[in-house]
């Protein structure tokens, strides 16, 4: 079982539309999730960090981390084309001051005007 | 502006020639790092740095070298290029000290290697 599962899509919905993305993960140490955004022929940008449990708001974006259930989620409300993207989720587990990132393949984000 | 520059942006090269790829980061963080993107198979970390004089082994390292002499600066070198380290490559710096979030990614260094 792969350590981070995440759907590659490509995800399409219309413009307005409020975006659920997800990812899995098999290894209960993780403890600091985060949501990177990547555009084509960028460099992924960070766009969430959330340690342990719960939610995280920030504008328009919702990060949301179970741990019971090694499910993470980015909720995207009021999507606008310019959200088309790559989304990345990454994670990492505290040991010592430094942790390796484990990442997603991540899931394509298409949204039409 | 903060930021992480890579050079070049694009590469192509030869079997066995040696290259290197600069990254340089104008933040002074600690920790900087080299990842490659395949579809497929997603980022992947190949080596990261703690801080000068301080690297290690990532997930992918063969066929890698990197140094730290300055804080600022984190090269990848290839001594040797295969067909198969054709890829994306990225490198990124961070300075959180207890977790290692990946703020701040280059643009990305795209090799072909023939």
């Known amino acids: 079982q792969k350590e981070v599962e995440q759907d590659p899509g490509p995800l399409s919905v219309p413009e307005g539309a409020i975006v659920s993305l997800n990812c899995t993960y098999s290894?209960?140490?993780?403890?600091?999730f985060m949501w990177y955004r990547q555009y084509s022929r960028k460099g992924p940008e960070l766009l969430m960090y959330?340690?342990?449990?719960g939610n995280k708001e920030d504008g328009r974006f919702t990060a949301q981390v179970d741990k019971s259930s090694k499910y993470i989620s980015l909720f995207i409300r009021d999507s606008q084309p310019s959200d088309s993207a790559t989304y990345l989720c990454?994670?990492?587990?505290?040991?010592?001051?430094?942790?390796?990132?484990?990442f997603g393949k991540g899931t394509m984000l298409l949204v039409s005007p | 502006e903060a930021q992480v520059t890579q050079n070049p942006r694009y590469l192509i090269t030869v079997t066995g020639k040696k290259l290197t790829v600069t990254c340089s980061q104008n933040?002074?963080?600690?920790?900087m790092s080299w990842y490659r993107q395949d579809p497929g198979l997603g980022l992947r970390q190949i080596y990261y740095?703690?801080?000068?004089?301080?690297?290690d082994k990532g997930d992918v390292p063969e066929g890698y070298k990197v140094s730290r002499k300055e804080k600022r600066n984190f090269p990848l070198i290839l001594e040797s290029p295969s067909p198969n380290q054709t890829s994306l490559y990225f490198c990124?710096?961070?300075?959180?000290?207890?977790?290692?979030?990946?703020?701040?990614f280059g643009q990305g260094t795209r090799l072909t290697v023939v």
């Open positions: 740095s703690m801080n000068v004089e301080v690297t």
């Open positions: 959330t340690y342990s449990s």
């Open positions: 290894n209960s140490a993780f403890q600091y």
């Open positions: 990124a710096s961070s300075a959180n000290r207890e977790v290692r979030t990946e703020a701040f």
């Open positions: 990454a994670m990492s587990a505290r040991n010592s001051g430094y942790s390796t990132l484990t």
């Open positions: 933040m002074n963080h600690e920790y």
